[in-house]
């Protein structure tokens, strides 16, 4: 081969190379569920509110470093949902222990402490929202991922709504599934007695092949309609790869409920 030849090649390579890493950034949405429910007292007299917070904030110190743009959320009702970093933020070079970091967290820290938790549940929408919007802004190759934080009851959503849980079948399973598809990750605080978890521990390699929309609607044998609904949350979550956590009120967390270091979920970013 000649030198010119060779020349090319390794060049040819080294751009493939840089479009590849440039194509592999990781672009993540976070959604807190800022709603009237998430008033309800956990044991310790602490609020569901107060304290997803701080799992919130906890998942954000697990994507800095891992995630290059994230846009962090908060959601009620019908046009309630707000991005407290006013879109996408670029985190790149960002730690949880870095200048960087430790100022967007705690800027963040800052802007939840006026987050009241008021109002009704438009989960669907603010899913599929931020499904749309994470696919108008990533750029091509990258990794899709998205996280909420939330005690689920869907009950206001005006385009990806209905009764529960068959808005989750109808709405989000197609949005979630969609080319590229969401990494989905959930954290759900809830008491419920009946929640079918047939799926939340596998991982998507263990699904491959399945129908998405027969195995999240699958998941319908719970007691109750809530029930069913947390269980087609985790069933989604699994199926697009993602992990879920079923915290209850009564579930001492200050250690085993900090994804991605206790639970090996949510270190996906």
């Known amino acids: 081969m000649s030198k010119i030849a060779t020349l090319s090649a390794i060049l040819t390579g080294g751009l493939l190379m840089a479009a590849t890493s440039a194509q592999a950034e990781t672009w993540a949405t976070s959604i807190f569920d ?144 969609a080319s590229p598809m969401i990494q989905y990750n959930t954290a759900i605080l809830y008491n419920g007695g009946n929640v079918n978890r047939a799926y939340a521990t596998q991982r998507i390699a263990d699904l491959e092949g399945l129908d998405p929309l027969k195995m999240v609607s699958g998941r319908s044998q719970a007691a109750n309609a809530r029930d069913q609904e947390v269980s087609q949350l985790l069933s989604l979550s699994a199926m697009s790869g993602g992990k879920s956590i079923v915290i209850s009120d009564t579930r001492n967390c200050d250690t085993g409920c900090n994804p991605g270091d206790d639970d090996d979920w949510g270190g996906e970013w």
């Open 34 to 177: 800022k709603t009237g429910s998430m008033q309800s007292l956990r044991s310790n007299g602490e609020s569901r509110c107060e304290f997803g917070k701080r799992k919130l904030i906890d998942n954000l110190k697990i994507a800095l470093g891992k995630a290059d743009y994230i846009n962090v959320k908060t959601f009620a009702g019908p046009n309630a949902l707000t991005s407290l970093t006013s879109g996408f933020k670029n985190i790149q070079g960002y730690t949880p222990t870095n200048t960087q970091g430790q100022n967007f967290l705690n800027q963040i820290e800052s802007q939840l402490a006026q987050v009241s938790c008021t109002g009704s549940t438009a989960l669907g929408d603010a899913i599929c929202l931020s499904a749309d919007e994470l696919r108008n802004n990533a750029s091509a190759g990258s990794k899709l991922r998205m996280l909420t934080i939330t005690d689920a009851g869907e009950n206001s959503s005006v385009t990806c709504g209905g009764p529960i849980p068959g808005y989750i079948s109808t709405h989000i399973v197609p949005k979630i599934f």
